[in-house]
Structure formats: structure tokens, C-alpha cells
């Protein structure tokens, strides 16, 4: 059964460094773009960036590089989601997922979300 | 960069209605959209993929059509399990975009 298991909820503080994970199952881990998608309370969906693990290679969402970096451990099929510096605003919902692999245009699995909560 | 718009932002509908949601794209992005369904509390949920082809497990009431800048999901014979919100997504050169989302309520 494939399946993405992302890490439990975190509280922060602005100004914190954080990472958060996502362990993939049952498919070809280093052979799929994986990535992130934000919802923050209420609103809609962001596409933050992927990362194929089998490169290294990464692309991003121009509104969130320089901001967070993705990347993926092949060995133990987990991909991550680094903040140096947390602020209030990276509260909400984070989505881990994985780019179908026919055409690379659709995001066919995904995890079940890790909250953040980021508040002084 | 490409930004896509969806209407209604709130749709209200009986089961067994006949519901279409638009979303149209700010420039030519070929067939390269995805509809998503979310509910309250869960992931969202991959319906249709390329504008038209159905994800594997997704009912058949479910459908996609259109091309260029203007898209469309249509979901005939509404069951109670279908009230959530839906979402588009383009996609152009490994940059993914989603749309607002529409919520559709019981009426």
C-alpha cells in the first residue's frame, strides 16, 4: 500500500528553526518528485517546492525559496521541510506529496498533513 | 506567472443535482489541470488529472473537460459524499499553481 507519513503537529516560536518529515512506503522513493503544499487556516492551497530524491534536484515556488528548503534522504525514503527562522505567518497546515509520475503534472498522493503553529 | 480563478466560490446543491465548477486559467496552459476534492479536516484527494482523465478508485460521476484557458469539473448525480470543496491546479514547467477552491453546501 503506498502511503506518506508525516510528523506530528509543532508549536513554535518566531524566530526558531524547525524540520518536519515525511516517510514514503510501498512505491519507488528516489524515482518520484516529492514535495510540500501549504494551506494555511482557511484559505486555499500553495505549491512550496519539490525535490527528486534520486538527484539530488529541487525546484521551487518563487514565494518560498530562500525561505524554507526541501530535501530527501533516498536511504531512508523520507523527505523534509527546513525552516531557519520560523515567523507567525508559516502557520497552517503543511501536505506532503508526491508529482504522478505521468506527466508530472498532478500531485497523486498525499500525506496527511503536519500542523504548525507558530506564536510568541 | 500563471493564476487560475474558479467559480462559484460557493456552490449549493441537492443530491442528485447536476453540479459544473469552472476554473479558467490566466494564459494557454494546454490540458495540464488537476481537480483536487477536500473535506473538512482530511488531505485533499486527486479527482481528475490532464483536464479529463479520472484518477484510479474515483467514481465515474465525476468528469473533466476543457483545454487552453478554461476548464471544467462536473459532478453528475451529487451524493451526500461529495460535499466538500474542490480545487484546480495547473501546472507549467515544474511551477503548479491552485485555484481558489469552490465549497459545495447542502442546499
Known amino acids: 500500500d503506498v502511503h506518506l507519513a508525516q510528523s506530528r503537529a509543532e508549536v513554535k516560536k518566531p524566530g526558531e528553526s524547525l524540520t518536519i518529515s515525511c516517510k514514503a512506503s510501498g512505491f519507488d522513493f528516489p524515482n518520484f518528485w516529492v514535495g510540500w503544499v501549504r494551506q494555511r487556516p482557511g484559505e486555499g492551497l500553495e505549491w512550496m517546492g519539490l525535490?527528486?530524491?534520486?538527484?539530488?534536484?529541487?525546484r521551487y515556488n518563487p514565494s518560498f525559496e530562500g525561505r524554507v528548503t526541501i530535501s530527501a534522504d533516498k536511504s531512508t525514503a523520507t523527505a523534509y521541510l527546513m525552516w531557519d527562522s520560523l515567523e507567525a505567518s508559516d502557520s497552517g497546515f503543511y501536505y506532503c506529496?508526491?508529482?504522478?509520475?505521468?506527466?508530472?503534472?498532478?500531485?497523486?498522493?498525499w500525506g496527511q498533513g503536519t500542523q504548525l503553529n507558530v506564536s510568541s | 506567472d500563471i493564476q487560475m480563478t474558479q467559480s462559484p466560490s460557493t456552490l449549493s446543491a441537492s443530491v442528485g443535482d447536476r453540479v459544473t465548477i469552472t476554473c479558467r486559467a490566466s494564459?494557454?496552459?494546454?490540458?495540464?489541470v488537476a481537480w483536487y476534492q477536500q473535506k473538512p479536516g482530511l488531505a485533499p484527494k486527486l479527482l481528475i488529472y490532464?483536464?479529463?482523465n479520472l484518477e484510479t478508485g474515483v467514481p465515474s460521476r465525476f468528469s473533466g473537460s476543457g483545454s487552453g484557458t478554461e476548464f471544467t469539473l462536473t459532478i453528475n448525480s451529487l451524493q451526500s459524499d461529495d460535499f466538500a470543496s474542490y480545487y484546480c491546479?495547473?501546472?507549467?514547467?515544474?511551477?503548479?499553481?491552485f485555484g481558489p477552491g469552490t465549497k459545495v453546501d447542502i442546499k
Open positions: 506529496v508526491r508529482l504522478a509520475s505521468v506527466g508530472h503534472s498532478a500531485f497523486d498522493l
Open positions: 525535490v527528486f530524491p534520486a538527484d539530488p534536484e529541487s
Open positions: 491546479q495547473q501546472y507549467d514547467s515544474y511551477a503548479y499553481t
Open positions: 494564459q494557454n496552459i494546454y490540458d495540464w
Open positions: 490532464k483536464a479529463s
